[in-house]
């Protein structure tokens, strides 16, 4: 049972790292953007400390920005560097989790976009009402204006943004993103395997108070939380409980948590989180019914938590470790492996920096007194915040431009699911439900990055289309519960409808659009 | 807090008897136990078909209007004049407007083409538009087959298209 538990937290923790490490990066990038090229200063302007639109610029910088609940954790931190009040950077935190633009489009395919985009609404209700309540009964919440250094020009300006990054990578940030990933890990120990899949169902009213409860400790990229909300909602879930998990399971983790109690103490930490649920969970309830999706059949469960809970269950034939191994083989892509080496690599470099050099001379050399004059004929001195809010800027685009990569056109991403497909189709027939439920649910996700990639590069999306590849879903599940019952017969009734659902959705993508 | 949270979850998989182990593709090695089907509700009314779909509307829209007069009434299903409950009515509404509610689905579950989706789909909002009013609990208007009548035989019309080729023979 220890060792069951063990190897839980062990596989849950190593899995959300690897999907959060290039959030993760992204992260340190713009703490050190906003240290190095912004300044104390610019950064409180840029937030628009101490103005009406403080909480507003704090929310939609977050949605622009593709952090995660982690990534944002080095960043809030810097913001309270800069003596930006404590709403103002508890409304960041709480929205640049919830959104990106590759989540965003990917919710728009979902069986009711409008339920995404009022999400995105209650989003900034909840960071506006939070933020103006704590704001005016804390108002002396920043940290007093420290003076600071500027950057010497050129290459050491460049220096500077890495040195910064690797300092902070070994910081406290750290820290609390190893606490924060603890969350996913305690749970993935302690709840049974599959036990979370009737307790949000449409019908039990207690659900999104489950959900408040499961939420925090929870670790969800922006994707994996969209993906989740679209199993939720494809099983007509409780949609107050989809809205919490968007909210606390994407936006919060224990790691953030911590980090509030530890800045701000045990009283106005307790405010805020008792204003945060409060507000939450009546929103949860307010849209609970208005949202529902009418044209839905409820499922009596959903799978979207399986994968909160603990990954083994009964005696295995093999060893913890290798059964452990052969998951993360099976379930992250070699090419998802890079950005958890390059994040090791910056707390390698931060580690080398802090025994080398601990008295920061690197640093006092960066921030020399920068030369009065340029050498070159028409080379000019960038200031540091235009160059601040051109890498911003230019990250908002990397992962705009991403999405074209993410999701590719229509007649790729049929290509592409040509191995899902017959996978899924392969392991149904020999009625093996371990390989149809792992091919199937990637098939199911070439279909939804089929309705993105044919809706960017179309505009639009016919309902058409959304039903041609939402019944090659359906059918997918029922497939897939159907070998697990052992029912040949259906089986093989499913099997030649999922051909034929398919060859209309090729048809429908491929010649229809 | 992860704690608390955590006993919170405990609490709520034991107060909402959740016992279900289906199988997660980690699980390969174990032996399976089922406590509790994984359910996808299909109501029994309804169609396998588009086909099928127009054929339940054409047979239920007369039942419907028959039962708008003195003394009948309605059960709600295939056997449509066995109840002699108000509620009888109300339910073979309700059913006749899930079946409408159904065209979308089974319309792009056949061999339909875009354009004749989207006829189909219109004219089931056409449908749906047309009856509306006699759904309310409190609601005296009576079904109008005269209405509904035309409007199905649209979708007739699509019916040969959307038929696999083989069936079409």
């Not at chain 1, 052969?326 to 994040?343: A, C, G, M, V, Y």
């Not at chain 2, 593709?25 to 078909?49: I, Q, S």
Request: charged share 20%.
């Amino acid at each position: 049972m220890a060792e069951m538990m063990f190897w839980g937290f062990a596989t849950r923790f190593t899995v959300s790292l690897i999907q959060a490490s290039p959030f993760i990066l992204v992260g340190f990038a713009v703490a050190a953007i906003l240290r190095r090229f912004f300044g104390y200063e610019e950064t409180r302007k840029l937030f628009g400390e101490g103005t009406r639109s403080a909480l507003f610029r704090a929310w939609l910088i977050g949605m622009l920005l593709p952090v995660c609940s982690l990534g944002a954790i080095p960043v809030i931190r810097e913001m309270r560097r800069a003596g930006i009040r404590g709403g103002t950077i508890l409304a960041f935190a709480m929205s640049g989790p919830l959104f990106n633009p590759l989540s965003l489009l990917y919710g728009l395919t979902l069986s009711e976009p409008i339920a995404i985009l009022s999400f995105a609404a209650c989003s900034l209700v909840i960071v506006t009402i939070v933020g103006l309540i704590w704001d005016r009964m804390f108002p002396h919440s920043a940290l007093p204006i420290v003076e600071e250094k500027a950057v010497a020009y050129g290459y050491r300006r460049m220096l500077a943004v890495g040195t910064a990054a690797g300092r902070e990578a070994t910081s406290a940030s750290l820290l609390y993103i190893l606490l924060g990933l603890g969350g996913v890990g305690l749970l993935g120990a302690f709840i049974p395997a599959n036990s979370l899949q009737h307790t949000f169902n449409y019908d039990n009213p207690l659900a999104p108070l489950y959900m408040t409860g499961m939420a925090i400790p929870v670790y969800a990229t922006p994707m994996l939380a969209m993906s989740q909300l679209g199993m939720m909602f494809q099983h007509a879930n409780s949609i107050g409980a989809a809205f919490v998990l968007l909210v606390l399971g994407a936006g919060m983790n224990p790691g953030i948590v911590a980090w509030l109690y530890r800045e701000y103490g045990f009283k106005r930490g307790t405010i805020w989180m008792v204003l945060l649920l409060s507000i939450v969970l009546g929103l949860a309830y307010g849209v609970d019914r208005p949202l529902f999706p009418k044209d839905i059949e409820p499922a009596n469960h959903t799978h979207a938590f399986d994968i909160y809970c603990q990954p083994f269950s009964g005696p295995l034939t093999t060893s913890y470790f290798e059964a452990t191994k052969l998951k993360l083989e099976r379930d992250i892509s070699p090419f998802e492996w890079r950005p958890l080496w390059i994040f090791g690599l910056l707390i390698l470099s931060g580690v080398i920096l802090q025994i080398a050099d601990r008295s920061s001379k690197l640093e006092q050399w960066l921030e020399a007194a920068p030369p009065r004059q340029i050498a070159g004929r028409g080379d000019i001195i960038v200031p540091g915040p235009v160059l601040g809010l051109l890498s911003l800027a230019g990250l908002v685009v990397l992962s705009v431009v991403g999405c074209f990569a993410y999701y590719p056109s229509p007649d790729e991403c049929l290509e592409a699911m040509t191995d899902a497909r017959v996978g899924a189709l392969s392991a149904a027939l020999s009625m093996d439900h371990t390989e149809t439920k792992y091919w199937s649910e990637r098939y199911d996700d070439w279909t939804r990055k089929l309705e993105v990639g044919a809706y960017l590069r179309h505009g639009e999306l016919s309902d058409y289309h959304r039903w041609k590849a939402r019944l090659l879903r359906e059918q997918l599940e029922t497939l897939e519960h159907e070998v697990e019952d052992e029912e040949r017969d259906e089986v093989m009734k499913l099997i030649a409808r999922i051909s034929r659902s398919h060859n209309r959705m090729s048809h429908a993508f491929r010649d229809e659009l | 807090m992860p704690w608390c949270c955590i006993a919170l979850i405990s609490c709520a998989i034991s107060l909402s008897g959740c016992g279900s182990s289906a199988e997660s593709h980690e699980d390969e090695h174990h032996d399976e136990h089922h406590d509790e089907h994984l359910e996808h509700f299909v109501p029994a009314h309804k169609p396998n078909t588009f086909a099928d779909l127009v054929d339940q509307l054409a047979k239920r829209a007369p039942q419907l209007e028959e039962a708008n007069q003195p003394g009948d009434s309605l059960s709600g299903s295939d056997s449509l004049s066995d109840s002699d409950s108000g509620g009888g009515h109300a339910t073979a509404l309700q059913e006749f407007s899930d079946i409408v509610g159904w065209i979308p689905e089974l319309a792009a579950d056949s061999e339909l083409m875009k354009a004749d989706f989207e006829s189909a789909v219109a004219t089931g909002n056409k449908l749906t538009a047309a009856f509306a009013e006699t759904l309310g609990p409190q609601s005296t208007k009576p079904f109008d087959a005269a209405t509904i009548e035309p409007l199905i035989e649209e979708l007739r019309k699509l019916v040969p298209q959307s038929q696999d080729r083989k069936d079409r023979m």
